[in-house]
């Protein structure tokens, strides 16, 4: 089987994404037996869900069994699984290529939300029963993050057997410069987690998304999730 893992550039003004750092932190300890690829995507409305572009063309090239898309969401405490992307472009600050749309729509023939078609519950879960804080949530924004996660979703509408969705990581200790910790913890500023345990996160919901596309489990029948 082969995976997907994207994460993003800089943008914003700041030097480093952590949702790159992470994905290249997962390359580094990735032992297979499945193969992983990578990648980092830029920070362009236009570039994320344009069929020539970057994101579409690798699973063109690469036909993957499961695709987890990452971004970075200042701010948040824990890993988040998303579990629902909405077909609306409403950028606060401009792109890296200076766009700033307003009540756009990402795919012009698509429906007004997409699912993602990861084991989202089972995968929140098994990240938190590694001590790592996460969570299911049901908004990924309006701006680039969103905008991939559609694109994404409305890509392999077509094709039902891969399993795909978006993952939302914190700033990291080391980018924030406060101490290690196992939780998301402010420090008196802002929330951050290891780029360790980031790695470690999305290491666990890819193997969860592998195991479900074996048929070896699947999705507890339980509530779960926030709006936010």
Same mark, same amino acid.
């Given at each position: 089987?082969?995976?997907?893992?994207?994460?993003?550039?800089?943008?914003?003004?700041?030097?480093?994404?952590?949702?790159?750092?992470?994905?290249?932190?997962?390359?580094? &300890?990735?032992? /297979?037996?499945?193969?992983?690829?990578?990648?980092?995507?830029?920070?362009?409305?236009?570039?994320? &869900?344009?069929?020539?572009?970057?994101?579409?063309?690798?699973?063109?090239?690469?036909?993957?069994?499961?695709?987890?898309?990452?971004?970075?969401?200042?701010?948040?405490?824990?890993?988040?699984?998303? %579990?629902?992307?909405?077909?609306?472009?409403?950028?606060?600050?401009?792109?890296?290529?200076?766009?700033?749309?307003?009540?756009?729509?990402?795919?012009?023939?698509?429906?007004? #939300? &997409?699912?993602?078609?990861?084991?989202?519950?089972?995968?929140?879960?098994?990240?938190?029963?590694?001590?790592?804080?996460?969570?299911?949530?049901?908004?990924? /924004?309006?701006?680039?993050?969103?905008?991939?996660?559609?694109?994404?979703?409305?890509?392999?509408?077509? %094709?039902?057997?891969?399993?795909?969705?978006?993952?939302?990581?914190? &700033?990291?200790? @080391? @980018?924030? /410069? /406060?101490?290690?910790?196992?939780?998301?913890?402010?420090?008196?500023?802002?929330?951050h987690l290891p780029l360790e345990a980031l790695a470690g996160a999305l @290491?666990?919901?890819? %193997?969860?998304?592998?195991?479900? #596309?074996?048929?070896?489990?699947? @999705?507890?029948?339980?509530?779960?999730?926030?709006?936010?």
């Open positions: 089987m082969k995976v997907l893992v994207t994460g993003f550039e800089p943008f914003g003004g700041d030097a480093v994404n952590a949702s790159a750092e992470a994905v290249e932190a997962l390359a580094a &300890r990735w032992a /297979g037996p499945e193969e992983l690829v990578t990648a980092v995507l830029p920070v362009v409305f236009d570039q994320v &869900r344009a069929a020539d572009g970057p994101l579409l063309r690798l699973l063109d090239d690469h036909a993957p069994d499961v695709v987890v898309a990452v971004g970075l969401a200042a701010g948040i405490t824990q890993v988040r699984v998303e %579990r629902v992307a909405v077909n609306l472009m409403d950028a606060a600050l401009p792109d890296n290529g200076g766009a700033q749309p307003v009540d756009a729509p990402v795919a012009e023939d698509g429906p007004a #939300a &997409r699912f993602a078609t990861l084991p989202v519950k089972a995968a929140a879960a098994a990240v938190r029963a590694a001590g790592i804080p996460a969570g299911v949530t049901y908004s990924a /924004g309006t701006y680039v993050c969103n905008a991939s996660f559609y694109a994404l979703q409305h890509a392999l509408a077509e %094709r039902p057997g891969v399993l795909s969705g978006f993952v939302h990581v914190p &700033r990291t200790t @080391e @980018e924030v /410069g /406060g101490e290690a910790a196992t939780s998301a913890l402010s420090d008196g500023g802002e929330p @290491e666990i919901v890819v %193997r969860t998304a592998l195991a479900a #596309a074996r048929g070896e489990l699947a @999705e507890p029948v339980e509530t779960a999730g926030t709006l936010h």
